[in-house]
């Protein structure tokens, strides 16, 4: 099955939707315009029956033949609770999780092999709504997710297009469309960096084909309306030959974490402090290892990582960065994959 690529005649309609995710919120509303709104503000009180605000999640595809998606949360205590099956979601590959402050975790996944469809679905309380399919939106390896605008979403094309695709959801999944210049033979990722009224949004991805350097670009909102992607720029010395992944930190700022290039199965760290627009030098996270790459969330202040280990070691490994180092690696009781997880926290 293949996506459709037919272009949307620019109405005076279409052109309004286009825009509305550059708007600021009093835009937004007086434009009216169904289906959109501007970045929720953080801190909102948490919906009834829903998960609340500071809630953290993760996700992952299950092992071997197991197609079968599962979930976990953090305890009050700090550990994991005991891993669920989502009922009704299936993958061969990426999942992807975002938790929009005072709404509901999303969670985005590739279908089974052979079905190349991106699926969503949300976390209503304790509860998951059924898998629907994303209009529009298929990928070979799976999606990234951030809560910037509702929900924004990224992923690497079908088959061999190896463009990144973005879109977003409040209410509705807009149209797909392409990030200009960004090129990856994984899935990309995403985080929101809380600068600003509403943030900003920020993708970051491994390059196509040979090309393992890691490049980053920022969406372009707020007040100015463009609604694009800044041209992409490669992050001074990382390399990677899978995975990426971003958090953004209390009061501005973000991290990323990556594995290493080639057979560097290391995890590799870096920091974009707030106001800076160049990453930290690249440092490995002691004793992390991986072979796909790993996960990032923020957890009461501390940035958490989740990721799957080395070669036959098929458990979940986590650390957390709670000031100025990481915490020596401890596995996830009951979790284990072939793949790399997701990690949200509601209102990060």
Do not use: C
Not at 39 to 44: H, S, T, W
Not at 192 to 215: F, P, Q, S
């Amino acid at each position: 099955m293949k996506a459709s690529r037919t272009r949307t005649p620019r109405t005076a309609a279409s052109l309004s939707r286009r825009r509305v995710l550059g708007l600021g919120a009093a835009a937004v509303a007086a434009a009216g315009v169904p289906g959109l709104a501007a970045p929720e503000a953080y801190g909102l009180a948490p919906a009834r029956g829903r998960a609340s605000d500071g809630s953290t999640y993760m996700a992952w595809r299950g092992l071997g033949g197991d197609q079968r998606v599962w979930w976990n949360g953090v305890r009050n205590d700090g550990g994991w609770t005991g891993p669920q099956p989502v009922p009704g979601a299936l993958s061969s590959g990426g999942v992807a999780l975002a938790g929009p402050s005072g709404g509901a975790l999303h969670m985005a996944w590739k279908g089974v092999e052979g079905d190349e469809r991106i699926f969503w679905n949300r976390l209503d309380g304790t509860t998951w709504t059924g898998p629907e399919p994303v209009p529009g939106a298929f990928t070979k390896v799976g999606p990234a997710l951030a809560p910037y605008a509702g929900v924004l979403m990224a992923w690497r094309g079908l088959g061999g297009d190896q463009r990144i695709w973005w879109n977003s959801r409040f209410g509705r999944w807009t149209a797909p469309q392409i990030v200009p210049g960004a090129l990856t033979g994984f899935g990309p990722a995403l985080g929101v960096d809380h600068i600003g009224t509403y943030g900003v949004a920020r993708m970051a991805w491994r390059g196509a084909d040979g090309d393992e350097r890691i490049w980053w670009s920022t969406y372009r909102g707020g007040d100015s309306g463009t609604n694009d992607w800044t041209g992409p720029q490669p992050v001074p010395g990382a390399l990677s030959s899978a995975g990426v992944a971003l958090t953004g930190v209390p009061g501005g700022g973000m991290h990323m974490a990556w594995k290493g290039a080639g057979g560097d199965e290391r995890v590799w760290w870096s920091r974009l402090y707030a106001g800076s627009t160049a990453w930290t030098a690249p440092q490995p996270v002691p004793g992390a290892f991986s072979s796909v790459g790993p996960a990032l969330a923020v957890h009461s202040g501390s940035v958490y990582m989740t990721w799957k280990g080395v070669g036959g070691d098929e458990r979940i490994w986590w650390s957390r960065f709670p000031a100025t180092t990481w915490t020596p690696p401890q596995p996830v009781d009951g979790a284990l994959t072939a793949f790399r997880p997701a990690l949200a926290t509601i209102g990060n």
